[in-house]
């Protein structure tokens, strides 16, 4: 049995989700430069250009690339043979999550009632946790920052199976459209199909933080996941939506078993900045 101090985990998730607002990764910039290489809109190529510029000052100066610096959400991969000591593990998550947003100078944009009160929290916790058991002796840490203008663009549909792959494909496409340039494009669209009800959203959610290099292994789901790139891209949103061909950078689909009489499709939507982290303790 391996012991894992909790204290190294809020280590961790302070400096990722630091990092996460200060740093774009290296895929989500290079699938933005091929993008203004295509992109024929001159607006397009302005808004592009302003956004890789807006990464590389964040990057230099530790600034966060965006105002809305998101809720976090955490994804933690637990071996089974961890035993972790020092404290509980969803206090040690949101300390680090704390820690992140205050010392690091990032909006706090939590409220501790949803419909109400309304009132913010003050250090952006409680954040999101989803917790999996896995064999081993790792852990593994995925934080994501979500921003809210892409996040409300998000949808979940209980599709049936006669809907079938045109179905899915009617459900994406209408989701972007309806989003149009609120969620900030060019967009990472992260499509959970299959599952359950809120199965259907955790694999959404995600596969927005795959890297962007990545394709799905099943090549019927690759091809479908070009497919859906391409057709979102000929909506003509376009780069914070004036219009062009970039309104998505990557489509990525993630899938699970589900049952005979459903086809669930979640759509979640995640806006340029794409930010996430991820470590292994
Ligand atoms: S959708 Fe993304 S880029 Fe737009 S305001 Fe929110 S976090 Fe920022």
Redesign the pocket.
């Known amino acids: 049995m391996r012991e894992v101090q909790v204290s190294t985990i809020t280590q961790a998730v302070k400096e990722m989700f630091m990092e996460a607002n200060y740093v774009i990764g290296d895929d989500v910039m290079d699938k933005l430069a091929q993008a203004r290489q295509k992109e024929p809109s001159p607006l397009g190529q302005m808004v592009l250009d302003q956004i890789m510029e807006n990464n590389r000052i964040g990057a230099e100066d530790s600034l966060c690339v965006?105002?809305?610096t998101?809720m976090s959400v955490v994804y933690l991969t637990i071996g089974q043979d961890v035993h972790l000591t020092g404290g509980a593990l969803e206090a040690a998550v949101n300390e680090g999550v704390r820690q992140a947003y205050t010392e690091g100078f990032l909006r706090k944009s939590i409220v501790a009632e949803p419909l109400f009160d309304r009132k913010n929290t003050g250090d952006n916790t409680p954040c999101v946790i989803h917790v999996r058991l896995v064999p081993g002796d790792k852990v593994h840490i995925m934080c994501i920052a979500k921003?809210?203008?892409?996040e409300n663009m998000s949808q979940l549909k209980m599709l049936t199976p006669s809907d079938g792959v045109e179905g899915v494909k009617k459900f994406v496409l209408k989701v972007v459209e309806e989003a149009g340039p609120n969620?900030?494009p060019p967009l990472v669209v992260g499509v959970g199909i299959g599952g359950s009800f809120e199965l259907s959203a955790l694999m959404a959610k995600r596969a927005t933080s795959l890297p962007l290099t990545r394709s799905h292994k099943d090549p019927r789901y690759k091809a479908l996941e070009e497919e859906l790139e391409q057709g979102i891209n000929r909506l003509g949103i376009g780069p914070a939506g004036y219009g062009g061909q970039t309104t998505a950078l990557k489509v990525h689909i993630v899938t699970a078993p589900t049952h005979i009489a459903g086809l669930p499709v979640a759509v979640n939507i995640c806006?340029?900045?794409a930010r996430h982290a991820e470590r292994v303790l």
């Open positions: 965006c105002q809305d998101g921003g809210f203008g892409s969620p900030c806006c340029h900045v």
